[in-house]
C-alpha cells in the first residue's frame, strides 16, 4: 500500500501567543474526497495555508504522497502536485479567462520561464486550456476580462486555474461561498467532474455540499479535529452534535 | 495524459486576421515611418531629435517592462541606461585603441556596440536585481532609489571608469563598417538609431508574447495566486528586470554612439524620473504608452525649452493632470478617442470627446497664462507676457483674473467630465 495521498501529523501552528491550529493528525487516502467542517473561526483556513505553503507550520509535519512539505515555498509544493483554490476570489483579473487558465498550464507542461518562445505557437498549451475551459463551461467567455465575469462564473474560473496545472490533490476553499442555489447545484457538479479520480480536500459551510460530495469529514473546533468519519457516522457523532448547538439551521440540514 | 476525452477541443485563438492587425501590422508601420523620415531631408536639428527619440523609445519601454508588464515600480532605471552606456562607451574606446595596436577588438563594428549595452545593462540588472528583487511593492521602489544615488554617487568616485564630472569621451569613426554605414555624418547615424530602435521595440513586444512576459502580467495582477500556479514571482519579477536592465542598456549603447559621451549625470535619478513620466505620460497600462511618452517628452524636452524657461514646470503639470484625469495616459487618451469616434453616429461620444478637449485646452491656456505671469514677475525685469499679440503684464490685475478664470473653468469641468466616467481609463 503506498503512502497516503496527503498526511499531517501533529501539525500545530501559533500566531504569537494565539494558538490557531493544535496538534492536527490526518491521513487522506489516494481518491478519497474529503471535507473540512468547523464553526467559524475553527482555523480551517489556517489549515489549508499551511498545507499549501504560504505559512510555515510552527511544528508537526506534512507528507505529500510520502514526501514531505512542510517547510516548502508555495510555488515548490504546487510543483509536487498539490494545487488550491481561495475563499475570495483569487484569478489574474486583468487578463481573460483564456490567459487565466494559460498561466494555470504553463508549469505542468514545462514551459517554465522560457522567453524564446511565443506563447500563440504552442499548441500543448493552447490544447490544454482549451480542454480545462471546455471542462469548466467557460469556452464562450474565453476572451472576457476576468474581472468582468459574474460571481458565479469567477469561482468557476477560480477552480479552472486549480485544476488547470493537473495537480493530483486539490484543495478548495468554500467554493460555493456566496452562490444561489442553483448555481451551488451547478458548482458540485463541476468540482465532481473536475476532481474525478484526484484526492479532494475541501473546505465548506453548505452541510449538503459536505455531506452529498464527501467520502469522509473531519470536523475541526478551535483548531483540534474532534472527529473523523464517513457522513453517517458524523451525523450521528454526540461531540459534534454539541460544537454545532444553537446553530439551528446547520445541525437540521446535517441531520436530514 | 488526460482522464476526459473530448470530441473537439475549440481553437480559441484569435485569427489570423487579428493577430496581423494588432500584432504584425503596428511593428510595419513603426518601420515604415523609420524609413520614411529620411525622405524628407530633416535638417541636422530635426536628426539629433529623431536620434534622441529613438533612443527614448527603447529606454522608456524597457522601463515599462517593469512598471507596465510586471508592477514594479522602479525610481532607478537610468543606472542600467548609464551603466549599459558606460560599457559601450568602453568598448567604443576598446575599438579605436584596437584599431592601432589590433586585438579582438578590432574585429567589432560600432555599429554592434548596442550589444555591449545590452550586456553591460543585464549584468547590472542581474547582479543588483539579485537582492532588490527579493521585495516588491514600496520596498523594491526604495531600494531602486537607493541603488540609484549609490551608483551615481560612485559614477563620481572612480575616474578611470565613469571619467569623473566631464564623464567618457569616444570617436564612433573607427573600426568595421557595417551596411556601409561609417557613424560619421548624422543622416548615417540616424539609420543606426532605426534600426536598433525597431529592433529594440520589436523584440521588446515580442516579450510580451512570451511564457516569461505572460507571467510577468500575471504577477502585476495577482503575486499570490502566482505561487500557487508553480510560479516564484520573485523569480518571475528578477529575470524581467534582468532584460529589463539589458534593454536599457542598448537604448544606453545607442546614447553612447549617437552623443559619444557619458557622464555619471546620466546614471542619476533625474534621468530616471524623466523615463518613469514617459511611461506614464504615454500610458503604461498599454504597450505603445511608452512609445507616445518618448515622443512627446524628448519634443518637450528639446523645443519647449525655447519658447519657456518655465517648460520643467509645464512638464510636472502635465504629469499631474494625467494621473489625475487620463489615468491610461497619451495611449488611453487616443484609444478613448478612436472609441468615440467610431460610436459618434450617436453623437454622445464626439460631444463628450469634444467636451473633454475644449475643457482640456480651457484648463491649459489658463495654467500658461498663470505660470508666465509668473516666471515673468519673479524675474523683476518688467516684461509682459505677449502671446499672439496679446499684451498680459504681470504688475497689472487683469491677466492674472484671465488665467485664474480660464484655468478654474476648465479644470472644474475636466472634473465634472471625469465623474461622468473617466477617460481613456
Given at each position: 500500500?503506498?503512502?497516503?495521498?496527503?498526511?499531517?501529523?501533529?501539525?500545530?501552528?501559533?500566531?504569537?501567543?494565539?494558538?490557531?491550529?493544535?496538534?492536527?493528525?490526518?491521513?487522506?487516502?489516494?481518491?478519497?474526497?474529503?471535507?473540512?467542517?468547523?464553526?467559524?473561526?475553527?482555523?480551517?483556513?489556517?489549515?489549508?495555508?499551511?498545507?499549501?505553503?504560504?505559512?510555515?507550520?510552527?511544528?508537526?509535519?506534512?507528507?505529500?504522497?510520502?514526501?514531505?512539505?512542510?517547510?516548502?515555498?508555495?510555488?515548490?509544493?504546487?510543483?509536487?502536485?498539490?494545487?488550491?483554490?481561495?475563499?475570495?476570489?483569487?484569478?489574474?483579473?486583468?487578463?481573460?479567462?483564456?490567459?487565466?487558465?494559460?498561466?494555470?498550464?504553463?508549469?505542468?507542461?514545462?514551459?517554465?520561464?522560457?522567453?524564446?518562445?511565443?506563447?500563440?505557437?504552442?499548441?500543448?498549451?493552447?490544447?490544454?486550456?482549451?480542454?480545462?475551459?471546455?471542462?469548466?463551461?467557460?469556452?464562450?467567455?474565453?476572451?472576457?476580462?476576468?474581472?468582468?465575469?459574474?460571481?458565479?462564473?469567477?469561482?468557476?474560473?477560480?477552480?479552472?486555474?486549480?485544476?488547470?496545472?493537473?495537480?493530483?490533490?486539490?484543495?478548495?476553499?468554500?467554493?460555493?461561498?456566496?452562490?444561489?442555489?442553483?448555481?451551488?447545484?451547478?458548482?458540485?457538479?463541476?468540482?465532481?467532474?473536475?476532481?474525478?479520480?484526484?484526492?479532494?480536500?475541501?473546505?465548506?459551510?453548505?452541510?449538503?455540499?459536505?455531506?452529498?460530495?464527501?467520502?469522509?469529514?473531519?470536523?475541526?473546533?478551535?483548531?483540534?479535529?474532534?472527529?473523523?468519519?464517513?457522513?453517517?457516522?458524523?451525523?450521528?457523532?454526540?461531540?459534534?452534535?454539541?460544537?454545532?448547538?444553537?446553530?439551528?439551521?446547520?445541525?437540521?440540514?446535517?441531520?436530514? | 495524459?488526460?482522464?476526459?476525452?473530448?470530441?473537439?477541443?475549440?481553437?480559441?485563438?484569435?485569427?489570423?486576421?487579428?493577430?496581423?492587425?494588432?500584432?504584425?501590422?503596428?511593428?510595419?508601420?513603426?518601420?515604415?515611418?523609420?524609413?520614411?523620415?529620411?525622405?524628407?531631408?530633416?535638417?541636422?536639428?530635426?536628426?539629433?531629435?529623431?536620434?534622441?527619440?529613438?533612443?527614448?523609445?527603447?529606454?522608456?519601454?524597457s522601463?515599462?517592462m517593469l512598471?507596465?508588464q510586471a508592477?514594479m515600480?522602479s525610481?532607478?532605471h537610468?543606472?542600467y541606461?548609464?551603466?549599459?552606456?558606460?560599457?559601450?562607451?568602453?568598448?567604443?574606446?576598446?575599438?579605436?585603441?584596437?584599431?592601432?595596436?589590433?586585438?579582438?577588438?578590432?574585429?567589432?563594428?560600432?555599429?554592434?556596440?548596442?550589444?555591449?549595452?545590452?550586456?553591460?545593462g543585464a549584468?547590472a540588472g542581474a547582479v543588483i536585481g539579485w537582492p532588490s528583487c527579493r521585495?516588491a511593492?514600496?520596498?523594491f521602489?526604495?531600494i531602486s532609489?537607493?541603488?540609484?544615488?549609490?551608483?551615481?554617487?560612485?559614477?563620481?568616485?572612480?575616474?578611470?571608469?565613469?571619467?569623473?564630472?566631464?564623464?567618457?569621451?569616444?570617436?564612433?569613426?573607427?573600426?568595421?563598417?557595417?551596411?556601409?554605414?561609417?557613424?560619421?555624418?548624422?543622416?548615417?547615424?540616424?539609420?543606426?538609431?532605426?534600426?536598433?530602435?525597431?529592433?529594440?521595440?520589436?523584440?521588446?513586444?515580442?516579450?510580451?508574447?512570451?511564457?516569461?512576459?505572460?507571467?510577468a502580467?500575471?504577477v502585476?495582477?495577482?503575486?499570490?495566486?502566482?505561487?500557487?500556479?508553480?510560479?516564484?514571482?520573485n523569480r518571475v519579477r528578477y529575470l524581467v528586470f534582468i532584460a529589463a536592465g539589458g534593454f536599457a542598456?542598448?537604448?544606453?549603447?545607442?546614447?553612447?554612439?549617437?552623443?559619444?559621451?557619458?557622464?555619471?549625470?546620466?546614471?542619476?535619478?533625474?534621468?530616471?524620473?524623466?523615463?518613469?513620466?514617459?511611461?506614464?505620460?504615454?500610458?503604461?497600462?498599454?504597450?505603445?504608452?511608452?512609445?507616445?511618452?518618448?515622443?512627446?517628452?524628448?519634443?518637450?524636452?528639446?523645443?519647449?525649452?525655447?519658447?519657456?524657461?518655465?517648460?520643467?514646470?509645464?512638464?510636472?503639470?502635465?504629469?499631474?493632470?494625467?494621473?489625475?484625469?487620463?489615468?491610461?495616459?497619451?495611449?488611453?487618451?487616443?484609444?478613448?478617442?478612436?472609441?468615440?469616434?467610431?460610436?459618434?453616429?450617436?453623437?454622445?461620444?464626439?460631444?463628450?470627446?469634444?467636451?473633454?478637449?475644449?475643457?482640456?485646452?480651457?484648463?491649459?491656456?489658463?495654467?500658461?497664462?498663470?505660470?508666465?505671469?509668473?516666471?515673468?514677475?519673479?524675474?523683476?525685469?518688467?516684461?509682459?507676457?505677449?502671446?499672439?499679440?496679446?499684451?498680459?503684464?504681470?504688475?497689472?490685475?487683469?491677466?492674472?483674473?484671465?488665467?485664474?478664470?480660464?484655468?478654474?473653468?476648465?479644470?472644474?469641468?475636466?472634473?465634472?467630465?471625469?465623474?461622468?466616467?473617466?477617460?481613456?481609463?
Amino acid at each position: 500500500m503506498s503512502a497516503p495521498a496527503l498526511q499531517l501529523t501533529d501539525l500545530r501552528k501559533n500566531f504569537g501567543p494565539a494558538k490557531i491550529i493544535e496538534g492536527v493528525s490526518l491521513d487522506i487516502a489516494r481518491g478519497e474526497r474529503h471535507a473540512i467542517i468547523g464553526p467559524n473561526g475553527a482555523g480551517k483556513s489556517t489549515l489549508f495555508n499551511l498545507i499549501s505553503g504560504l505559512f510555515p507550520p510552527s511544528s508537526g509535519t506534512i507528507s505529500l504522497a510520502g514526501r514531505q512539505i512542510s517547510g516548502l515555498k508555495p510555488h515548490q509544493i504546487n510543483r509536487l502536485g498539490l494545487s488550491r483554490s481561495f475563499q475570495v476570489s483569487n484569478i489574474f483579473a486583468n487578463m481573460s479567462v483564456r490567459e487565466n487558465v494559460r498561466c494555470g498550464v504553463l508549469w505542468s507542461l514545462g514551459y517554465g520561464h522560457s522567453f524564446w518562445r511565443n506563447i500563440g505557437n504552442l499548441k500543448e498549451v493552447q490544447r490544454k486550456t482549451a480542454e480545462v475551459l471546455e471542462k469548466v463551461g467557460l469556452t464562450d467567455k474565453a476572451d472576457v476580462p476576468a474581472v468582468l465575469l459574474t460571481y458565479a462564473d469567477q469561482r468557476t474560473l477560480e477552480i479552472a486555474i486549480t485544476i488547470a496545472g493537473g495537480a493530483d490533490v486539490i484543495l478548495l476553499d468554500e467554493p460555493t461561498a456566496g452562490m444561489s442555489h442553483s448555481e451551488t447545484d451547478r458548482a458540485i457538479k463541476l468540482i465532481e467532474m473536475a476532481t474525478e479520480g484526484k484526492t479532494l480536500l475541501i473546505v465548506e459551510h453548505d452541510m449538503g455540499v459536505v455531506f452529498g460530495l464527501s467520502d469522509r469529514i473531519s470536523v475541526l473546533v478551535y483548531g483540534e479535529i474532534i472527529a473523523t468519519g464517513t457522513p453517517e457516522e458524523i451525523r450521528g457523532n454526540a461531540r459534534v452534535r454539541e460544537a454545532y448547538l444553537g446553530d439551528e439551521t446547520e445541525f437540521a440540514e446535517m441531520s436530514a | 495524459m488526460t482522464d476526459y476525452s473530448l470530441d473537439r477541443v475549440p481553437d480559441l485563438a484569435p485569427s489570423v486576421r487579428y493577430k496581423f492587425a494588432t500584432r504584425v501590422l503596428p511593428l510595419l508601420l513603426l518601420a515604415l515611418i523609420l524609413l520614411s523620415i529620411p525622405l524628407f531631408e530633416p535638417s541636422r536639428t530635426w536628426l539629433s531629435l529623431f536620434n534622441a527619440i529613438g533612443i527614448n523609445m527603447v529606454f522608456a519601454l524597457s522601463y515599462n517592462m517593469l512598471l507596465g508588464q510586471a508592477g514594479m515600480l522602479s525610481f532607478g532605471h537610468a543606472v542600467y541606461f548609464g551603466l549599459g552606456g558606460y560599457a559601450a562607451m568602453h568598448g567604443m574606446n576598446a575599438i579605436e585603441n584596437a584599431s592601432y595596436d589590433g586585438g579582438l577588438w578590432a574585429a567589432f563594428p560600432m555599429f554592434a556596440l548596442p550589444l555591449v549595452g545590452f550586456a553591460g545593462g543585464a549584468l547590472a540588472g542581474a547582479v543588483i536585481g539579485w537582492p532588490s528583487c527579493r521585495r516588491a511593492g514600496v520596498p523594491f521602489a526604495m531600494i531602486s532609489l537607493g541603488i540609484a544615488e549609490l551608483v551615481a554617487a560612485a559614477g563620481f568616485m572612480f575616474i578611470s571608469v565613469f571619467g569623473g564630472e566631464e564623464g567618457i569621451t569616444g570617436d564612433r569613426m573607427n573600426g568595421v563598417e557595417l551596411f556601409g554605414l561609417s557613424l560619421g555624418p548624422l543622416g548615417e547615424v540616424y539609420w543606426f538609431i532605426a534600426f536598433w530602435t525597431f529592433l529594440g521595440v520589436a523584440l521588446m513586444y515580442a516579450f510580451t508574447r512570451t511564457p516569461l512576459g505572460k507571467l510577468a502580467q500575471a504577477v502585476r495582477d495577482n503575486p499570490e495566486r502566482v505561487q500557487f500556479v508553480g510560479y516564484n514571482p520573485n523569480r518571475v519579477r528578477y529575470l524581467v528586470f534582468i532584460a529589463a536592465g539589458g534593454f536599457a542598456g542598448l537604448a544606453g549603447g545607442m546614447s553612447a554612439v549617437n552623443y559619444e559621451i557619458f557622464t555619471p549625470e546620466s546614471l542619476s535619478v533625474i534621468p530616471s524620473g524623466l523615463v518613469l513620466l514617459m511611461a506614464f505620460i504615454g500610458g503604461a497600462r498599454y504597450f505603445a504608452g511608452p512609445i507616445l511618452g518618448a515622443v512627446v517628452l524628448t519634443y518637450m524636452q528639446s523645443n519647449l525649452s525655447d519658447y519657456s524657461e518655465a517648460w520643467l514646470l509645464y512638464l510636472g503639470l502635465l504629469f499631474i493632470g494625467m494621473i489625475l484625469f487620463a489615468p491610461g495616459g497619451l495611449a488611453g487618451l487616443l484609444l478613448s478617442g478612436t472609441t468615440a469616434l467610431r460610436q459618434s453616429l450617436s453623437g454622445k461620444g464626439l460631444v463628450r470627446a469634444g467636451a473633454f478637449a475644449i475643457s482640456a485646452l480651457l484648463s491649459a491656456t489658463g495654467v500658461i497664462v498663470l505660470v508666465e505671469l509668473a516666471v515673468r514677475h519673479s524675474n523683476g525685469f518688467g516684461e509682459a507676457f505677449e502671446p499672439f499679440s496679446f499684451h498680459l503684464a504681470p504688475d497689472q490685475m487683469m491677466p492674472w483674473a484671465v488665467g485664474l478664470v480660464l484655468a478654474g473653468v476648465g479644470i472644474g469641468s475636466l472634473k465634472v467630465l471625469s465623474r461622468q466616467g473617466g477617460m481613456g481609463s
